[in-house]
């Protein structure tokens, strides 16, 4: 009796040991960018991190450095939660780009992946389009325009993509919720320029992107839950 007694409470400690790590595993934050140096990333197609830098605890693009690129992780993920920061020199543009597919067959994050935009909404020139400024699903569904900080201020950004349901929150504010793939969606996308991009969205795990876009722009507090 005693060794039976025995059996079922290492069993059950077994059993809650097991439930335990799954519980921990599955909502553990883990850090894509260490504040101080690049390492987890690489610019698209290449080796290193091309014209990012390291300075002040953010990743930052250098504009005068050649061989501009956007930066993805190394690793590809497909369910999460991703949390950053971003800022934006005045009249700059950017985004945060998800699902990429890297392949030299594709020459950029956009052909295949899905983009937040990060944008100055007040004097960037790709403002004049709703579905074009800070936080929206870019050229596809809008989010409000007042959501976004002034260019210099850091923006908070939490992304969520859980089985196709694509959900965005910026500064706290939910700005962006559809599901790829719905009715809703097809009809974005039927409107929308990448209508004809044979690859765009179809991979359901790729890369995280910041892109390259001619200004100025920090990322920091990247970090990711996977679901």
Do not use: C
């Given at each position: 009796?005693?060794?039976?007694?025995?059996?079922?409470?290492?069993?059950?400690?077994?059993?809650?040991?097991?439930?335990?790590?799954?519980?921990?595993s599955s909502t553990e934050w883990q850090k894509l960018f260490d504040g101080k140096t690049t390492q987890g990333w690489h610019a698209y197609l290449k080796q290193d991190a091309g014209p990012w830098r390291v300075v002040n605890g953010a990743l930052q693009l250098d504009t005068q450095a050649p061989n501009q690129a956007d930066l993805v992780t190394n690793d590809e993920y497909e369910n999460y939660e991703l949390?950053?920061?971003?800022?934006?020199?005045?009249?700059?543009?950017?985004?945060?780009?998800?699902?990429?597919?890297?392949?030299?067959?594709?020459?950029?994050?956009?052909?295949?992946?899905?983009?937040?935009?990060?944008?100055?909404?007040?004097?960037?020139?790709?403002?004049?389009?709703?579905?074009?400024?800070?936080?929206?699903?870019?050229?596809?569904?809008?989010?409000?325009?007042?959501?976004?900080?002034?260019?210099?201020?850091?923006?908070?950004?939490?992304?969520?993509?859980?089985?196709?349901?694509?959900?965005?929150?910026?500064?706290?504010?939910?700005?962006?919720?559809?599901?790829?793939?719905?009715?809703?969606?097809?009809?974005?996308?039927?409107?929308?320029?990448?209508?004809?991009?044979?690859?765009?969205?179809?991979?359901?795990?790729?890369?995280?992107?910041?892109?390259?876009?001619?200004?100025?722009?920090?990322?920091?507090?990247?970090?990711?839950?996977?679901?």
């Open positions: 009796m005693k060794n039976t007694s025995k059996l079922l409470v290492i069993a059950a400690a077994m059993i809650g040991l097991s439930s335990g790590s799954f519980a921990q949390s950053l920061d971003w800022k934006i020199a005045p009249g700059g543009n950017s985004g945060i780009i998800l699902g990429v597919h890297e392949s030299p067959e594709l020459g950029a994050t956009y052909l295949s992946g899905i983009e937040m935009q990060v944008l100055d909404n007040k004097d960037a020139s790709d403002n004049k389009k709703e579905n074009h400024l800070a936080g929206s699903l870019y050229d596809l569904k809008a989010a409000p325009g007042d959501a976004a900080k002034p260019a210099g201020q850091w923006n908070h950004v939490v992304i969520r993509k859980d089985h196709d349901q694509l959900t965005f929150w910026l500064n706290k504010n939910k700005v962006i919720d559809v599901k790829i793939g719905s009715a809703e969606w097809n009809e974005l996308l039927a409107n929308s320029k990448f209508k004809s991009w044979k690859s765009f969205a179809q991979y359901p795990k790729g890369h995280i992107a910041l892109q390259a876009h001619g200004a100025v722009v920090d990322y920091k507090n990247i970090r990711i839950k996977q679901l």
